[in-house]
């Protein structure tokens, strides 16, 4: 017994086991029974759900423990030695972006095969939680910062993303692409209605991101009956400019890549921006009513993934 609980302190994956025993402990949570080290029992290659390639990258679901972890590790590196997010002690000992919801979450995964095909080669993630996921977690995380009644009230399957990372060295439109060709997938195999997330813009002063912010307010809000709201208590404005100020072209162009990701399937934002101090970032609400994306992208995104269907 002692051999077998020395092993388990040595597997990277612990930040998480140790965030399902405290949650169970607690008496609020019964984390899923799987394999030990597996999310589920491995697909063979021809059987995953989410199987895309080009070139030398492939994008799929994490299949083991080791390649969470190996997701985890990435977005440490990119969220706390790169953009200078604030971590806790914690975090900081175990190298690693891990919190209560990452043990009911798919973790998309870019792989370059180039360095190998496991946790090794890792170079980009998307953290995908469904429904079913936050309700044994009890809330999607965004809803910390936003009122998401007007997608929670939505009867079909919606589907939470966020985590959002890709190695520097890999930031390129091919990745970027494959990345979104990958949440295709998982969308069109979960029937999923309705995506939405914190999308990112880096930097705490809202007043430096006037164009953006005010940029979004103006083009991309989301109608009144189905608009997300930040919450009082951490509600900043994002009509910064007029609209007529805003050179719209420009905007879209300077965009993180992935809140254009989200404005090319269609998506709208909700009303108000909020600091994540922890973070380093100002976040908006964008979602997407999969069921009005509009053919042309539609097609791009999904080219090579209904023939294999």
């Not at 609209?243 to 990701?261: S, Y």
């Amino acid at each position: 017994m002692m051999r077998l609980l020395r092993q388990a302190q040595r597997l990277s994956v612990a930040p998480i086991r140790q965030i399902r025993k405290r949650k169970l402990k607690q008496g609020k949570l019964r984390p899923r029974r799987r394999r030990r080290g597996h999310l589920a029992p491995t697909p063979a290659p021809e059987n995953r759900l989410v199987d895309e390639r080009a070139g030398p990258l492939q994008v799929r679901l994490a299949e083991t423990w080791d390649e969470v972890d190996a997701a985890l590790a990435l977005r440490y590196r990119v969220f706390f030695d790169e953009m200078q997010a604030r971590a806790t002690p914690g975090i900081v000992a175990k190298q690693r972006d891990v919190d209560e919801f990452d043990p009911y979450c798919d973790h998309l995964l870019v792989i370059d095969t180039a360095l190998g095909t496991g946790p090794e080669a890792v170079v980009g993630t998307y953290r995908m939680l469904r429904r079913r996921g936050a309700a044994r977690v009890g809330r999607f995380y965004s809803s910390s910062e936003y009122d998401i009644r007007p997608i929670i009230d939505h009867h079909g399957e919606i589907l939470e993303m966020g985590r959002s990372c890709v190695d520097a060295a890999h930031r390129t439109r091919a990745a970027m692409q494959l990345l979104w060709k990958g949440v295709t997938a998982y969308v069109l195999a979960h029937r999923i209605d309705i995506l939405f997330g914190c999308a990112s813009l880096h930097g705490t002063d809202p007043a430096a991101m006037a164009v953006p912010l005010s940029y979004l307010y103006h083009h991309h809000l989301a109608p009144p009956l189905l608009r997300p709201v930040a919450l009082p208590a951490r509600h900043v404005g994002m009509n910064l400019m007029a609209k007529e100020a805003i050179d719209a072209k420009a905007a879209m162009r300077d965009l993180p890549p992935m809140i254009k990701g989200y404005l090319r399937l269609g998506g709208v934002v909700g009303d108000g921006a909020v600091i994540d101090y922890d973070f380093n970032t100002v976040d908006v609400l964008v979602y997407v009513d999969m069921r009005k994306v509009s053919e042309r992208y539609y097609r791009h995104y999904t080219r090579g993934i209904q023939a294999e269907a």
